[in-house]
C-alpha cells in the first residue's frame, strides 16, 4: 500500500469501532501510530528470523548485506589487539546484527589474508573466553571474538599473530519513518512523502495493530474480538 492507502485502510478500520466513529486522527497521529506499529512488528518479527520462513519474507526489505549492500568496514585500533566499529556510521541505520565476518592477515607464518566468521560473546564471558587456548582468537583456527559495548561500538578481539583489516556486517536496518507529507516539522513530518519500506503483504497487520494502539488509547470496551484477531495475525 501507499502512503494514502496506509491512512485510508486505517480510518476505514477505526470507522467500524462504535466508541471511535467520532475518533478524529489527524495525519500526524495516524503517521505516529503506523510508525510505532511498524517498529513493534519489525521488533516481534525479529524474534523468529530466519527460523521461519514467513519471518524471513516478511522483513527480508530491511536486510542490508555485506559487501554487496554496506561496504566493509576498516576497524579501528584502539588498544593492543582491540579493533572497534562504530555501528552509528553504518550506510543504514543499524537496529539488529544478522551475521558478522571479518578478513584477517596473518603475522607470524606469512599465511596471507582470509576471511572468517566473527563470534559474538558476553561481556561476562570475555575473560573466560580470551584465556582459553581454544577459544581465544586464533589464526590457525580463523578464532575472532567480540562484544557490543553500550555506546553504539563493536570490539573485536585479535591476538599477536593476525591482524583485523575489513569487518563485514549483515545487519537490520531501522524501516524508514512513514510520512505522509501533509504536516510540516511536527512530530518529525515534513512536505516529502515517505512510504513504508516493509513488504506489502505486511500493510494490512500493521494497520491492524495501529487501529489496536488507537483503540487502547480511546479504551474501547468493544475491541476484545479484533485485539485478539490483530495479535492472532502478528505471531
Given amino acids: 500500500m501507499i502512503i ?3 491512512h485510508y485502510d486505517f480510518k476505514f478500520k477505526v470507522d467500524r469501532l ?7 486522527f489527524q495525519d500526524n497521529e495516524i503517521d505516529w501510530l503506523l510508525n510505532d506499529s511498524i517498529l513493534n ?5 525479529y524474534r523468529t528470523f530466519e527460523i521461519n520462513q514467513r519471518s524471513i519474507d516478511d ?3 530491511l ?5 554487496e549492500i554496506q561496504s566493509g568496514i576498516t576497524p579501528t585500533l584502539v588498544s593492543p589487539n582491540i579493533y572497534e566499529v562504530d555501528l552509528s556510521t553504518l550506510t543504514y541505520k543499524y537496529r539488529y546484527l544478522i551475521r558478522s565476518r571479518c578478513l584477517i592477515t596473518d603475522l607470524v607464518n606469512n599465511c596471507g589474508s582470509k576471511t572468517v566468521d566473527v563470534k559474538i560473546i558476553q561481556h561476562d564471558d570475555l575473560t573466560d573466553v580470551l584465556n582459553n587456548p581454544l577459544e581465544n582468537p586464533n589464526y590457525l583456527w580463523g578464532q575472532v571474538v567480540a562484544v557490543f559495548s553500550t555506546n553504539n561500538k563493536l570490539y573485536l578481539y585479535s591476538s599477536s599473530d593476525f591482524t583485523i583489516d575489513q569487518v563485514y556486517l549483515d545487519y537490520i536496518k531501522d524501516p524508514a519513518y512513514i510520512n505522509k ?15 513504508c519500506d516493509l513488504p506489502e503483504h505486511t ?3 500493521i494497520v491492524n495493530l495501529a487501529v489496536l494502539k488507537a483503540s487502547l488509547i480511546a479504551e474501547d470496551p468493544k475491541f476484545t474480538q479484533f485485539k485478539q484477531q490483530a ?3 502478528n505471531k
Avoid: C, M, W
Fill in 231 to 233: 495479535l492472532l495475525l
Fill in 63 to 67: 536486510v542490508i548485506k555485506s559487501p
Fill in 18 to 24: 462504535d466508541s471511535l466513529q467520532k475518533a478524529d
Fill in 181 to 195: 507529507g501533509s504536516y510540516g516539522n511536527n512530530l518529525r513530518g515534513s512536505s516529502t512523502k515517505v512510504e
Fill in 4 to 6: 494514502e492507502e496506509l
Fill in 203 to 205: 500493510h494490512p497487520r
Fill in 41 to 45: 512488528f519489525v521488533d516481534n518479527t
Fill in 59 to 61: 522483513i527480508r526489505s
